[in-house]
Nanobody
Framework: QVQLVESGGGLVQAGGSLRLSCAPS????????MGWFRQAPGKEREFVAA????????YYTDSVKGRFTISRDNSKNTVYLQMNSLKPEDTAVYYC?????????????????WGQGTQVTVSS
């Protein structure tokens, strides 16, 4: 059973930082594009950031540009999401996802492996 496991979530004050990590169990995703999505209460899951398999190309939703950075270390089979200058509106469950068929990288339907999510709460 392939699983993606997220870690690093928690409670932080506005303006603070968190780093999320995502590592798979059961297989390697070194050749797969990876993405981060989030879902706030009462809202649909939305794209946050994505990275190509080589790490050369990265993609961000407008609301996190300049504050969040996605990166990957294929030697450690891990993807990271560094989140700085956090705002209360960043509060959500954050999901890691992997894809073997991504084209735009920004739609959840392009991803075929998902983690269980990690809670990020930003207090004002």
């Amino acid at each position: 059973q392939v699983q993606l496991v997220e870690s690093g979530g928690g409670l932080v004050q506005a303006g603070g930082s968190l780093r999320l990590s995502c590592a798979p169990s059961g297989r390697t995703f070194g050749s797969y594009p990876m993405g981060w999505f989030r879902q706030a209460p009462g809202k649909e899951r939305e794209f946050v950031a994505a990275i190509s398999w080589s790490g050369t190309n990265t993609y961000y939703t407008d609301s996190v540009k300049g504050r969040f950075t996605i990166s990957r270390d294929n030697s450690k089979n891990t993807v990271y999401l560094q989140m700085n200058s956090l705002k209360p509106e960043d509060t959500a469950v954050y999901y890691c996802a992997a894809s073997n068929r991504a084209t735009t990288y920004t739609h959840s339907y392009e991803y075929n492996y998902w983690g269980q999510g990690t809670q990020v709460t930003v207090s004002s």
